[in-house]
């Protein structure tokens, strides 16, 4: 195995312990909710496990894929993570913010750079 292979490898574990972190993260808040849940939250572990573990799995087989485009990749699943977390936080708190919105650009401005990158 090369270096690119095993760090794919490494990646997507660590993507799949923040989906557990997520997933636990969202049951204990939504159970100190009093009832109130949020979509958001309940499903914020989906952002690392569809969008980070199973592309660093398909990487790993294909060992081809630039470290910017990684990079690049991770920020744009961690940006799409805080920001479900943060928009199921006021869901939850039952309040709204134009903050929120940023997320889901900034979050889709990064995949979009990672996916440009890794084609040159």
Known sequence: ???SVLD?????RN???A???????????EYFGHGV???FMLYAFAFP????????FLYALRDSMPRVSRKLWGAGVATL???ALFRGVLD???TTNALGRVYWFAGAGLLLAAFLRADT
Do not use: D, N, R
Request: aromatic content about 24%.
């Open 1 to 3: 195995m090369s270096v």
């Open 8 to 12: 794919a490898l490494k990646s997507a």
């Open 15 to 17: 993507y799949l312990y």
């Open 19 to 29: 989906a557990i972190f997520c997933a636990f993260f969202g049951a204990v808040y």
């Open 37 to 39: 849940y949020s979509w």
């Open 49 to 56: 496990l569809l969008l980070g573990a199973l592309p660093a």
């Open 81 to 83: 993570t805080v920001g």
């Open 92 to 94: 939850i708190y039952g």
